[in-house]
């Protein structure tokens, strides 16, 4: 039985241990920390070792007894860039990774990226949007801006930078993605995909930081203006949204959680700096950031950090009386607590989806809150409430035409997604023919760039399988699941291929399992080759 920690430190060093048994570096686990706790990513980095400011003054001076140092100078250093803080040498910053283990740029999570300053500029006076909003010195600048940093005036956002960006993830996705059906690849296209997506995501992490989210007001006298701008900056954070939700339903959790974390961060300096933006347009595109990035949290198994971001996302939504998000989002919580074994709270959060959809009065979320109806009632062991909802779902799928209303965030759900959920509802109550049948039914409708719901769907197909007793089918279907892993990188869909793999024990010297289990460890090999690529 687990010991309940006494005190935030225990908590802590529960949490940083957990993380380490599952394989995450120090800045992962810093980078879960920052979420869980709050905190920038020095103090993250700190904390993560378990380390008090005293005692990493004490190891610091350790290492180099030549330069000593104290809890003050930790204690300045974690409050930079803020005013009572003093800024880290280079040489201090070398020192700092590598007492904490990590990359420099990993200290540096908190401060802004000007690396685009001058092709704003030169887009600004290409275009003629010279649209600024004059700031005096030392007032009202967002964290991680000082002074000396590029000018008070700051540029309206480039368009063509945006653009860019997204049209980067359409080619990826369209284009190149879409061709990555081959088991026998060759490492050459993987690694010329996987650096498209991270041109994607650096792309869409400068254009999420770009210093326009702090700029909301055109300089302009009249109510027009100021309403045109406003609309503007909300058209733009929900294009920049729904691009991190394709990437993330394509690659995974891993390249698409920085670039959301840079865009939420700003958006959330937006509305302290000038309440006045804080429309309904403005909340809902907020909730649906802050719900995609609880998604990628609860993909990467962090689900205490997932749950937080869902409460906030449910709460902008309500707010900006948007029952469609709503909807959404408690859906969203639903499907975490049935990931926490937490049954009744799962069919409490689906019912409140059900009744949000309802006000929507849009088919798309009234079918899918009945979806996570469905799996909340599987989880619970309840099989008659379980089909209703399945056949609710049914009936709200049949009224969405190709002109029904869609909100950017339901860009996954279709037909295909209802019979994965049959599918995983059937798993639950040992119906391996008819889970089997389902699988196989989504796997032929479901997109093929959707890397996350058919390597999910494909996990379903090889449990059904599997209590069927084929295991040679079993072994490729799990054996295509973790191929797909080598392109996303969810650690719930790797923890579910692990879990299958130890079910066909029984049948540990067949042919299929040893061939299944070479194609494993290659896939490990790839994994890890494209998580460097990610992190150098």
């Known amino acids: 039985m687990s010991v309940k920690p006494r005190s935030v430190r225990q908590a802590q060093a529960q949490h940083a241990a957990q993380l380490r048994a599952e394989g995450r570096s120090w800045a992962e686990i810093a980078t879960a920390f920052q979420v869980a706790y709050r905190v920038n990513p020095r103090v993250a980095l700190r904390q993560a070792h378990g380390w008090s400011q005293p005692q990493a003054a004490q190891e610091w001076t350790r290492i180099w007894p030549d330069d000593p140092k104290t809890f003050k100078n930790f204690s300045y250093w974690e409050q930079w860039p803020g005013k009572t803080g003093h800024a880290p040498s280079l040489e201090t910053l070398d020192r700092l990774a590598r007492l904490y283990q990590c990359k420099v740029t990993d200290l540096l999570g908190d401060c802004r990226d000007y690396g685009a300053w001058r092709d704003f500029r030169k887009h600004?006076?290409?275009?003629?949007?010279?649209?600024?909003?004059?700031?005096?010195?030392?007032?009202?600048?967002?964290?991680?801006?000082?002074?000396?940093?590029?000018?008070?005036?700051?540029?309206?956002?480039?368009?063509?930078?945006?653009?860019?960006?997204?049209?980067?993830?359409?080619?990826?996705?369209?284009?190149?993605?879409?061709?990555?059906?081959?088991?026998?690849?060759?490492?050459?296209?993987?690694?010329?995909?996987?650096?498209?997506?991270?041109?994607?995501?650096?792309?869409?992490?400068?254009?999420?930081?770009?210093?326009?989210?702090?700029?909301?007001?055109?300089?302009?006298?009249?109510?027009?203006?100021?309403?045109?701008?406003?609309?503007?900056?909300?058209?733009?954070?929900?294009?920049?949204?729904?691009?991190?939700?394709?990437?993330?339903?394509?690659?995974?959790?891993?390249?698409?959680?920085?670039?959301?974390?840079?865009?939420?961060?700003?958006?959330?300096?937006?509305?302290?700096?000038?309440?006045?933006?804080?429309?309904?347009?403005?909340?809902?595109?907020?909730?649906?950031?802050?719900?995609?990035?609880?998604?990628?949290?609860?993909?990467?198994?962090?689900?205490?950090?997932?749950?937080?971001?869902?409460?906030?996302?449910?709460?902008?939504?309500?707010?900006?009386?948007?029952?469609?998000?709503?909807?959404?989002?408690?859906?969203?919580?639903?499907?975490?607590?049935?990931?926490?074994?937490?049954?009744?709270?799962?069919?409490?959060?689906?019912?409140?989806?059900?009744?949000?959809?309802?006000?929507?009065?849009?088919?798309?979320?009234?079918?899918?809150?009945?979806?996570?109806?469905?799996?909340?009632?599987?989880?619970?062991?309840?099989?008659?409430?379980?089909?209703?909802?399945?056949?609710?779902?049914?009936?709200?799928?049949?009224?969405?035409?190709?002109?029904?209303?869609?909100?950017?965030?339901?860009?996954?759900?279709?037909?295909?997604?209802?019979?994965?959920t049959e599918a995983e509802c059937a798993l639950k109550f040992n119906l391996a023919v008819d889970a089997s049948d389902a699988a196989r039914r989504s796997l032929c409708l479901v997109a093929p760039v959707n890397y996350h719901n058919n390597a999910l769907t494909l996990a379903h197909r090889a449990e059904a399988l599997i209590r069927q007793g084929e295991y040679s089918e079993a072994c490729e279907a799990l054996a295509d699941s973790a191929r797909l892993t080598t392109l996303n990188s969810s650690r719930r869909i790797s923890r579910r291929i692990r879990l299958l793999r130890q079910e066909l024990t029984v049948v540990q010297d067949s042919l299929p399992v040893r061939e299944l289990d070479g194609k494993l460890a290659e896939y490990r090999r790839a994994r890890t080759a494209s998580e460097a690529t990610v992190t150098a």
């Open 124 to 420: 600004s006076a290409k275009t003629g949007t010279s649209a600024v909003r004059e700031r005096r010195p030392g007032h009202g600048l967002p964290p991680g801006r000082v002074q000396g940093s590029p000018p008070d005036r700051v540029p309206a956002i480039s368009s063509a930078a945006l653009q860019a960006a997204l049209e980067t993830i359409r080619r990826a996705q369209v284009t190149q993605l879409i061709q990555a059906g081959s088991v026998a690849e060759e490492p050459g296209p993987r690694l010329r995909r996987r650096t498209m997506l991270l041109e994607a995501s650096s792309a869409l992490a400068v254009v999420a930081a770009a210093p326009v989210l702090e700029v909301p007001r055109l300089v302009s006298g009249s109510k027009s203006g100021q309403a045109n701008a406003d609309a503007a900056i909300v058209d733009y954070t929900s294009d920049v949204v729904a691009g991190l939700r394709r990437l993330g339903g394509t690659v995974g959790p891993r390249i698409t959680l920085q670039p959301a974390m840079s865009l939420r961060s700003a958006m959330a300096a937006l509305a302290r700096s000038v309440p006045e933006v804080v429309t309904p347009q403005a909340l809902t595109a907020y909730g649906d950031l802050t719900q995609l990035i609880g998604w990628l949290l609860f993909n990467l198994g962090d689900h205490r950090a997932a749950a937080y971001y869902y409460d906030d996302a449910r709460a902008a939504a309500y707010r900006a009386g948007n029952n469609d998000l709503a909807s959404y989002t408690l859906a969203a919580a639903s499907q975490l607590a049935a990931a926490r074994r937490r049954p009744g709270h799962a069919i409490d959060h689906a019912q409140a989806a059900v009744v949000a959809a309802k006000a929507s009065r849009n088919p798309y979320p009234m079918a899918y809150a009945a979806d996570v109806a469905a799996r909340a009632y599987a989880e619970a062991g309840q099989l008659g409430r379980c089909q209703a909802a399945l056949d609710r779902e049914q009936e709200a799928l049949v009224k969405i035409a190709d002109e029904t209303p869609r909100s950017p965030w339901w860009y996954f759900y279709d037909r295909s997604f209802y019979w994965g």
